[in-house]
């Protein structure tokens, strides 16, 4: 259901589409962190286009430069201040219009940071602000005045903004904004506010048009998917719920999610995925930590038992379903034997993919102020030791694709090799494969032929 607040900021998108008529003017955006950002970015981009911007990945050619930031780990705060020096040069010398808005712009010390070191910034907006972009860039190009819109109350849950997806045969389809947990580490509590649901009926409805459009695959995305609270349009109360209605879709062939969170995996979430065929078999389940006492003190709600015996009970309801799983290691106060824990649910689990991280301290969170944090060489060693563990796990079990036959959606060219076309398995494998180019977005069996760390290889049959 569209609202007024959207309603008016479609008026400014038309205000600045008569102040661009005919100019012919580009955007870039660069976005950084996760799949909820670039699913907002791909909103962006859909009020640029409609205002009379088109977009260029070359931020020389740009009119318009949006950079849509992650605050998740300090690594990804620095990209942002590289990219704004890059920038510097270009506002120099010509008129662009450069705003920031994401994760990073609900934090005050980042704000500050930007008023004093980096002051060509002409708007900054925050995540509760976002469809508010277009009455940003409005006052900016008629008053020249540079605008900072941040709120730090929760937004709404706003429908209607326009969209310009990255792909035409897969989309993001977020689910909910925020999250409740407050693990210890995470910041995203802080950036993103507290949980609100998306209703079902507009869930279903934006899906239902993507089927319309030709989509054949959607990803739900949340901080926390399986806390999902519907109103109980169609009987959808949950997040299992909701699954089952997707599944109903016709067209949609392939529904992924992320992420879960382990102490939500209730067995009705379980028995949906039985149930639902279209549903990926590859679960992202993260566990972050291997030692029921660094759980603790992440305030993860579930021991190193628990978490083995929910992979073990999905494992044996659903037999053809794999794991992939996030890990943080040089929590404070990890001990060697905390990490030992971590490697040996690795082994028992035996991920189908691991993303690692090194923690990183965030300003503001509980664990920032916790005793005992680990020096940087001790958890570069322990990443290491991760890393090497999680690679001979991997080349092990991707011998076991050889032979098989897989269906999987051709998405797009490979790119690295022009002749080749790329899609992935049900197991979120990347599978390439010679073949007409006539096939992307369609659903083929691939037979797999050969195995290497990072990819498949394939041949249509
Ligand atoms: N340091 C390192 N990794 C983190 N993550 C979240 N916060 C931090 C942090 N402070 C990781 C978690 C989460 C993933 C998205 O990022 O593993 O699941
Ligand atoms: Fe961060 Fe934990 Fe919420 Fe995930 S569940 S976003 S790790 S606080």
């Known amino acids: 259901m569209k609202n007024t607040e959207i309603e008016k900021q479609i008026d400014y998108i038309n205000k600045i589409h008569n102040l661009l008529n005919g100019k012919n003017k580009k955007f870039s955006i660069y976005t950084m962190g996760c799949t909820l950002n670039e699913n907002d970015s791909e909103k962006i981009s859909g009020m640029a286009t409609k205002m009379g911007y088109s977009k260029t990945e070359n931020l020389i050619d740009a009119d318009l430069i949006i950079f849509n930031t992650c605050c998740i780990r300090?690594?990804?705060?620095?990209?942002?201040?590289?990219?704004?020096?890059?920038?510097?040069?270009?506002?120099?010398?010509?008129?662009?219009?450069?705003?920031?808005?994401?994760?990073?712009?609900?934090?005050?010390?980042?704000?500050?940071?930007?008023?004093?070191?980096?002051?060509?910034?002409?708007?900054?907006?925050?995540?509760?602000?976002?469809?508010?972009?277009?009455?940003?860039?409005?006052?900016?190009?008629?008053?020249?005045?540079?605008?900072?819109d941040v709120l730090d109350i929760d937004g709404e849950v706003y429908e209607g903004l326009p969209i310009k997806r990255e792909s035409s045969s897969k989309a993001l389809v977020t689910i909910m904004y925020g999250c409740n947990n407050f693990c210890t580490y995470c910041i995203v509590p802080y950036v993103r506010g507290r949980e609100r649901n998306r209703k079902p009926e507009d869930i279903l409805d934006e899906i239902t048009s993507l089927a319309k459009e030709g989509y054949k695959e959607v990803t739900l995305l949340g901080q926390n998917v399986n806390s999902y609270k519907g109103n109980g349009y169609e009987g959808i109360y949950n997040f299992a719920d909701l699954l089952r209605a997707v599944n109903k879709i016709s067209g949609i062939e392939v529904i992924n999610f992320i992420s879960p969170h382990p102490k939500d995996f209730t067995d009705d979430v379980i028995l949906a995925i039985k149930e639902c065929k279209k549903v990926?078999?590859?679960?992202?389940?993260?566990?972050?930590?291997?030692?029921?006492?660094?759980?603790?003190?992440?305030?993860?709600?579930?021991?190193?038992?628990?978490?083995?015996?929910?992979?073990?009970?999905?494992?044996?309801?659903?037999?053809?379903?794999?794991?992939?799983?996030d890990i943080i290691v040089?929590?404070?106060?990890?001990?060697?034997?905390?990490?030992?824990?971590?490697?040996?649910?690795?082994k028992q689990i035996?991920?189908?993919?691991?993303?690692?991280?090194?923690?990183?301290?965030?300003?503001?969170?509980?664990?920032?102020?916790?005793?005992d944090q680990i020096p940087d060489k001790t958890k570069h060693e322990r990443f290491n030791r991760l890393k090497q563990l999680v690679e001979s796990q991997m080349q092990e079990n991707n011998k076991k694709y050889i032979g098989t036959i897989q269906n999987i959606l051709i998405e797009s060219k490979s790119k690295t090799n022009d002749n080749m076309l790329t899609g992935r398995t049900k197991t979120n494998k990347v599978v390439i494969i010679e073949a007409p180019d006539d096939l992307i977005g369609k659903m083929v069996n691939v037979k797999i032929v050969s195995e290497h760390m990072w990819y498949l290889k394939g041949e249509i049959v």
């Not at 942002?80 to 010398?93: H, N, T």
């Not at 910034?121 to 190009?141: A, M, Q, S």
């Not at 035996?350 to 916790?370: C, D, H, L, N």
């Open 74 to 148: 300090e690594n990804a705060e620095e990209k942002l201040f590289g990219k704004l020096g890059e920038v510097k040069k270009l506002k120099e010398s010509g008129d662009v219009v450069i705003a920031i808005c994401g994760c990073m712009m609900q934090q005050n010390h980042i704000i500050e940071k930007i008023k004093k070191s980096y002051r060509y910034v002409d708007i900054i907006f925050g995540t509760h602000t976002l469809h508010k972009f277009p009455e940003d860039l409005y006052n900016l190009l008629s008053q020249k005045d540079k605008i900072i």
């Open 280 to 325: 990926s078999r590859i679960l992202h389940l993260p566990l972050q930590s291997g030692s029921t006492n660094v759980l603790k003190r992440m305030n993860r709600k579930y021991t190193k038992e628990q978490y083995i015996n929910l992979a073990n009970k999905i494992k044996s309801l659903v037999p053809d379903v794999v794991f992939s799983t």
């Open 330 to 346: 040089g929590f404070p106060g990890e001990t060697e034997e905390d990490f030992e824990d971590t490697l040996d649910v690795v």
């Open 350 to 371: 035996g991920f189908e993919q691991v993303f690692m991280f090194i923690y990183s301290k965030r300003v503001g969170t509980p664990a920032e102020k916790m005793e």
